[in-house]
């Protein structure tokens, strides 16, 4: 979180101030960089350790289903649904190793 994406809506009764709801919303690892610069930073995704129960993992959640989306979304660059599907493979891959 940062400036850029927290607000607030005028007057709450004990506060003054109110928060908005939520928006800017996207997977910050391919935000661009402040210059302006694109990266394409690896997915590194660990096992987790026993006894962490699978719900708890991240990305194990709705996670797979966002980039899998996100790769059949034809608004997105052909080199970035590319990343997509190999995230949705790797949680895959994850998944089927818990």
Same mark, same amino acid.
């Given at each position: 979180?940062?400036?850029?994406?927290?607000?607030?809506?005028p007057?709450?009764?004990?506060?003054?101030?109110c928060?908005? /709801?939520?928006?800017?919303m996207? @997977?910050?690892?391919?935000?661009? +960089?402040?210059? &302006?610069?694109?990266?394409? =930073?690896? $997915? /590194?995704?660990?096992?987790?350790? @026993?006894?962490?129960?699978?719900? +708890?993992?991240? &990305?194990?959640?709705?996670? =797979?289903l $966002?980039?899998?989306?996100?790769?059949?979304?034809?608004?997105?660059?052909?080199?970035?649904?590319?990343?997509?599907?190999?995230?949705e493979?790797?949680?895959q891959?994850?998944?089927?190793?818990?």
């Amino acid at each position: 979180m940062h400036g850029g994406n927290l607000s607030f809506f005028p007057y709450a009764p004990d506060t003054g101030l109110c928060p908005a /709801p939520a928006y800017d919303m996207l @997977p910050m690892r391919y935000a661009p +960089l402040p210059g &302006g610069e694109v990266t394409t =930073p690896a $997915f /590194p995704l660990n096992l987790p350790t @026993p006894p962490q129960p699978r719900g +708890l993992v991240p &990305g194990m959640s709705g996670e =797979p289903l $966002f980039w899998s989306c996100a790769a059949a979304d034809a608004r997105l660059s052909a080199p970035f649904r590319a990343i997509c599907r190999k995230n949705e493979e790797r949680l895959q891959e994850i998944a089927g190793e818990i």
